[in-house]
C-alpha cells in the first residue's frame, strides 16, 4: 500500500516562503504523475500543481511563477516551494501521487496559514 506523508506546514508572514515535503513510500519512478492540491476553508479542492513522468509541469494560475515543485529521486520525496505567500493561499495542502495504473493516492494534508 502506497502511503504519502507530507511535512513542513505552518505559519508564515505575507511574503514569506515555505516548503513542503511529502514522502512516498514506495519508488518515484512508479507514479506517472505527482503533485500537489489545496482546500481552503468552505472551498473545494484544487489543483496547485502537477509534475509528470513525461512532458512539463502544470500548476495553477494563481501560483504560477510563485510555488515550484521539485522531485528528489533518491529521496522519494516530492517538494512544494512556495515564495511570496499570499493570505489567500492559507489551506491545506494535501500531496498526490497516480500510479501507472492510474491509481490515485493521497495523503492527509499539512496546514499552511499566512496571516500577519
Known amino acids: 500500500q502506497v502511503q504519502l506523508v507530507e511535512s513542513g506546514g505552518g505559519s508564515v508572514q505575507p511574503g514569506g516562503s515555505l516548503r513542503l515535503s511529502c514522502a512516498t513510500s514506495g519508488s518515484i519512478f512508479s507514479f506517472k504523475s505527482m503533485g500537489w492540491y489545496r482546500q481552503a476553508p468552505g472551498e473545494q479542492r484544487e489543483l496547485v500543481g502537477l509534475?509528470?513522468?513525461?512532458?512539463?509541469?502544470k500548476y495553477a494560475g494563481s501560483v504560477q511563477g510563485r510555488f515550484t515543485i521539485i522531485r528528489d529521486n533518491a529521496k522519494n520525496t516530492v517538494y512544494l516551494q512556495m515564495n511570496s505567500l499570499k493570505p489567500e493561499d492559507t489551506a491545506v495542502y494535501y500531496c498526490t501521487a497516480a500510479d501507472l495504473s492510474g491509481t490515485d493516492y493521497w495523503g492527509k494534508g499539512t496546514l499552511v496559514t499566512v496571516s500577519s
Open positions: 509534475i509528470f513522468r513525461i512532458g512539463s509541469p
